[in-house]
């Protein structure tokens, strides 16, 4: 079957832009040029592969299956053209995917020492709890707690193990006691974080004489929102829980106070993690040995 190849790259635009006039955008077309072009593929495949609607575009069942074939290929072949055409100097996009805990990649200075170090790379991260395929979704690489990331993806350390802390303001603790155990938390005034509103706030984990257990508060706020959880908590609202490095300057100047430490494990912490590729882009290349080096 001859097919015109130049409208792949379209396909691919839609599909992770969910919108005709973003992806022409994106694409420096115009939005007449990607609907043509989607018809045109669509008429030599003979089958539909996306739903319009007024506000957005998704793809059918063989949409879905064609973009997951083209997206990794055309990733390869992208890199490699960049390779031949570029003298191997980081240029270009790179697009991360981050969770909102993972402080020592958000907190600016690894970010900025990188960006100084190669003025051709734009970096775009998006902040994000949700578990999706990063792959599929368009990004380059991925910040996560090694635990949630693919086994057939390569992950580089950053930062290195982590501890998870329970703490309160002072105030909150003069007004209703310190808890001396994990099982007391249940009596307390407690503020949870969730990844995503249908799923259930997330558990807190503890350690007694090598057992490891946990308990399931009922947070009398729940948000996916870290900087909401540290901001009540330093107004007196209640125990929180959160990685060690969110709540370290806190915790030197007094503003909070840790709890049950002797019950707290350190754990495996973030990884930057990104695909095996044979051509890996030199942006990416770039990302990584810095991650490497100052990551630490």
Same mark, same amino acid.
């Given at each position: 079957?001859?097919?015109?190849?130049?409208?792949?790259?379209?396909?691919l635009?839609?599909?992770?832009?969910?919108?005709?006039?973003?992806?022409?955008?994106?694409?420096?077309?115009?939005?007449?040029?990607?609907?043509?072009?989607?018809?045109?593929?669509e008429?030599?495949?003979?089958?539909a592969?996306?739903?319009?609607?007024?506000?957005s575009?998704?793809?059918?069942?063989? &949409?879905?299956r064609?973009?997951?074939?083209?997206?990794?290929?055309?990733?390869?072949i992208?890199?490699?053209?960049?390779?031949?055409?570029?003298? &191997?100097?980081?240029?270009?996009?790179l697009?991360?995917?981050?969770?909102?805990?993972?402080?020592?990649?958000?907190?600016?200075r690894?970010?900025?020492?990188?960006?100084?170090?190669?003025?051709?790379?734009?970096?775009?991260?998006m902040?994000?709890?949700?578990?999706?395929?990063?792959?599929?979704?368009g990004f380059d !690489? &991925? *910040?996560?707690?090694?635990? *949630?990331?693919?086994?057939?993806?390569?992950a580089?350390?950053?930062?290195?193990?982590?501890?998870?802390?329970? *703490?309160?303001?002072?105030?909150?603790?003069?007004?209703?006691?310190?808890p001396?155990?994990?099982?007391?938390?249940?009596?307390?005034?407690?503020?949870g $974080?969730?990844? !995503?509103?249908?799923?259930?706030?997330?558990r $807190?984990?503890f350690?007694?004489?090598?057992?490891?257990?946990?308990?399931?508060?009922?947070?009398?706020?729940?948000?996916?929102?870290?900087?909401?959880?540290?901001?009540?908590?330093?107004?007196?609202?209640?125990?929180?829980?959160?990685?060690?490095?969110?709540?370290?300057?806190?915790?030197?100047t007094?503003?909070?106070?840790?709890?049950?430490?002797?019950?707290?494990?350190?754990?495996?912490?973030?990884?930057?993690?990104f695909?095996?590729?044979?051509?890996?882009?030199?942006?990416?290349?770039?990302?990584? !040995?810095?991650?490497?080096?100052?990551?630490?």
């Amino acid at each position: 079957m001859r097919m015109d190849l130049n409208l792949l790259p379209i396909l691919l635009a839609v599909a992770e832009e969910h919108n005709f006039r973003a992806a022409a955008d994106r694409l420096g077309v115009t939005r007449s040029a990607v609907s043509q072009g989607i018809r045109r593929l669509e008429d030599r495949l003979g089958v539909a592969l996306v739903v319009r609607t007024t506000r957005s575009v998704r793809l059918t069942e063989a &949409g879905e299956r064609l973009y997951d074939s083209l997206v990794g290929p055309m990733a390869e072949i992208a890199t490699a053209l960049d390779e031949v055409a570029g003298d &191997g100097t980081p240029r270009g996009l790179l697009r991360i995917a981050a969770t909102s805990i993972a402080e020592r990649f958000l907190s600016g200075r690894l970010i900025a020492s990188f960006i100084e170090e190669n003025p051709g790379v734009a970096l775009d991260v998006m902040v994000s709890d949700e578990e999706f395929d990063i792959v599929a979704a368009g990004f380059d !690489a &991925g *910040v996560r707690l090694g635990e *949630v990331i693919e086994q057939d993806m390569i992950a580089v350390p950053l930062g290195g193990e982590q501890r998870e802390v329970a *703490v309160a303001a002072p105030a909150y603790l003069a007004a209703h006691g310190t808890p001396l155990h994990p099982r007391d938390l249940v009596q307390h005034r407690c503020i949870g $974080w969730r990844r !995503a509103v249908n799923v259930a706030p997330h558990r $807190w984990e503890f350690e007694e004489n090598g057992v490891a257990f946990d308990v399931q508060v009922e947070p009398q706020l729940s948000t996916n929102d870290l900087r909401l959880m540290l901001r009540t908590a330093l107004s007196g609202g209640g125990i929180t829980f959160a990685p060690l490095d969110t709540l370290r300057p806190h915790i030197d100047t007094g503003e909070l106070v840790p709890l049950l430490e002797s019950f707290l494990p350190p754990f495996p912490g973030f990884f930057l993690y990104f695909p095996q590729r044979r051509n890996m882009a030199p942006k990416l290349r770039a990302l990584i !040995a810095h991650v490497r080096r100052e990551g630490v």
